[in-house]
């Protein structure tokens, strides 16, 4: 309640960090019944199972990275970064995992794709747009972060959206109409002037900085392969070596590669020791920041950033990662 009464009269953006899911959920649903007119989401890690990457020394014993995406929870997490960037009566309940990286708010927000009635611009023109911010094209199986194509009729399906999705009707190479449809039941909900298609991946780039960041990780990790070979640790260079362009081989095609957040820093241009952006940096930076069980959640965020950093060190030391930008803290 007190957080409420000072939401209520400061009227900024408003970040709650709780020590878990489960006391985030709790606050959530009890801020939606408080605030119904106000922009409430909630922004937790969507893994369902995570097992993250690892190398055991004294065993040799190297531990795939593994994981199951909740997507009721990527869909919240999508809904979440673009009300921030969107709205200004947002309050987001988030976990201590807020603070893992995120891609550049600023290539997520230049790369949505802004459509008009009556725009001129061709269908596959627009399908063009959609892959390059990582929607899939199913003209089968439609649902989150899909679209697909009938005559002149193109619909998507918002990578943020639950049980709505976008309608665009052309005539010829002009957009007719823009309508936002149940997704359930296919009637119109209500119709648009213009319409903004969010990315359907946090991590997306344009092919410019894409191309960009290739050339900077081949520079980091030949001067990598250069140290291993001089300190004879050849089989940690070839790891090293295999590990790595393998990953910019699916980097370079289809602009995605599972592990992509141990590229952030070359992906956002940042330089070494900088931070990788966070749900933070999506915020408006004049905003009101809460901790919840503060006791519980500040100690939480230095520990899960030593745990985190100590992992990667052992995966960069044994050539599994090129070295990572360590920061103190957020």
């Known amino acids: 309640m007190t957080m409420a009464n000072i939401i209520s009269q400061m009227e900024k953006p408003n970040l709650i960090i709780a020590p878990n899911k489960t006391l985030a959920a709790q606050l959530y649903n009890e801020l939606k019944m408080l605030f119904p007119d106000n922009c409430v989401e909630y922004f937790v890690s969507y893994y369902a199972y ?5 190398y055991i020394p004294s065993s040799d014993t190297y531990i795939q990275k593994d994981s199951s995406i909740n997507e009721l929870i990527d869909k919240m997490r999508h809904s979440a970064t673009r009300s921030v960037l969107a709205r200004k009566d947002v309050i ?3 976990s ?4 893992y990286g995120l891609g550049a708010p600023e290539e997520y927000l230049d790369l949505r794709v802004t459509l008009d009635r009556d725009m001129e611009i061709s269908r596959e023109d627009v399908n063009r747009k959609f892959v390059d911010i990582q929607y899939t094209r199913n003209d089968v199986d439609f649902h989150r972060g899909t679209f697909r194509v009938r005559g002149d009729r193109l619909e998507i399906f918002p990578a943020y959206e639950e049980n709505k999705t976008i309608r665009i009707d ?9 309508s936002e449809i149940d997704a359930l039941q296919g009637t119109v909900i209500k119709q648009f002037d213009q319409m903004a298609i969010y990315p359907a991946s946090h991590y997306v780039t344009n092919k410019k900085t894409q191309k960009q960041a290739v050339e900077r990780i081949v520079i980091e990790l030949k001067e990598r392969l250069a140290f291993l070979n001089d300190h004879n640790l050849l089989v940690e260079a070839q790891r090293l070596e295999e590990h790595t362009r393998y990953d910019l081989e699916i980097l370079e095609e289809i602009g995605y590669c ?9 992906l956002t241009g940042r330089a070494p020791g900088q931070p990788p952006p966070t749900l933070l940096d999506y915020i408006d930076q004049d ?3 809460f901790f919840d069980e503060n006791h519980i959640s ?4 230095g520990a899960i950033y030593k745990a985190d950093r100590s992992r990667k060190e052992t995966l960069v030391k044994h050539g599994f990662r090129l070295r990572p930008p360590w920061t103190t803290s957020r």
């Open 92 to 94: 987001v309940v988030a």
């Open 287 to 289: 905003f009101l920041l």
């Open 170 to 178: 052309f005539f010829g190479d002009t957009i007719e109409e823009i």
């Open 96 to 99: 201590v995992s807020c603070i």
């Open 258 to 266: 599972n592990g992509i957040e141990n590229y952030s820093r070359h």
């Open 298 to 301: 500040v100690s939480q965020l």
């Open 50 to 54: 995570y097992q993250p990457e690892a």
